[in-house]
């Protein structure tokens, strides 16, 4: 299984972004996603987690970003608005999902894509 994110970039405050990631390879299900960053110098945090019937946000970036999946091409997506200088960060994405019907859940992540806000 592969976890392939883009959509990074340099965008000024305020501004927006959408990063995508997309998971190949052998999926029966996908359990949960997330979106992870990490700024330098600083360990990496959450900043979106979607199940099925849920999303979840941490107060930093809770109103701004939004989730979304598409279960049939099994995708994520993250739109950020109003981004911040202290957005900066590599952005990651995560799956955890089963392989195969009878297979153990499995975590995955993605490379990272840098997301560059400039006051």
């Known amino acids: 299984v592969q976890l392939q994110a883009s959509g990074g970039g340099l965008v000024q405050a305020g501004g927006s972004l959408r990063l995508s990631c997309a998971a190949s390879g052998s999926i029966f299900t996908i359990n949960a996603w997330g979106w992870y960053r990490q700024a330098p110098g600083k360990q990496r945090e959450l900043v979106a987690h979607?199940?099925?019937?849920?999303?979840d946000y941490p107060d930093s970036v809770k109103g701004r970003f939004t989730i979304s999946r598409d279960n049939a091409k099994n995708t994520v997506s993250l739109q950020m608005t109003s981004l911040k200088p202290e957005d900066t960060a590599i952005y990651y994405c995560s799956a955890d999902l089963k392989g195969t019907y009878d297979s153990p859940n499995s975590f995955y992540w993605g490379r990272g894509t840098l997301v560059t806000v400039s006051s």
């Open positions: 979607a199940t099925d019937d849920n999303t």
